[in-house]
């Protein structure tokens, strides 16, 4: 008998990581290539770095977090994305082995910068010295 192992709470299946990384490595050579309608993405996808592709459970649908090596025009860096992203999916249809091309939806990847509010946050802890500690 077979026992089938649940995915606990929303963490990825190791399947759904392999594709993400995958689907990232695509994502990233199609930037680096260049070939867009929009101007804003001929002149900056050099400057965009897709850090994580997160996919769907039924594989149908993968979220890109980018992020722009300067940090600006992520707004307008994320719409271009998400308006040429046909030319990623024929990418991914062309190159990956899936049964479904996933949609992909770009959104800006905000994780370093709370990493850094974290460390700031961390940094002005101030911690007395063992001195000042009175004994009870």
Not at 5 to 28: A, D, F, T, W, Y
Not at 110 to 133: G, M, T, V
């Amino acid at each position: 008998m077979k026992k089938h192992h649940k995915n606990k709470g929303n963490e990825p299946s190791q399947r759904q990581r392999r594709v993400g990384e995958q689907l990232r490595h695509i994502l990233s050579e199609t930037l680096q290539r260049g070939r867009f309608d929009s101007e804003l993405l001929i002149n900056k996808s050099n400057n965009i770095i897709v850090s994580e592709v997160s996919p769907s459970p039924d594989l149908k649908h993968a979220r890109a977090y980018v992020m722009s090596i300067n940090g600006e025009n992520m707004e307008e860096i994320i719409t271009a994305l998400n308006d040429q992203s046909k030319i990623f999916q024929k990418d991914i249809a062309r190159r990956s082995n899936l049964k479904f091309t996933p949609r992909v939806n770009f959104v800006t990847d905000n994780s370093f910068e709370k990493a850094q509010h974290i460390e700031n946050i961390l940094r002005n802890i101030h911690i007395p010295d063992d001195d000042s500690y009175e004994e009870i």
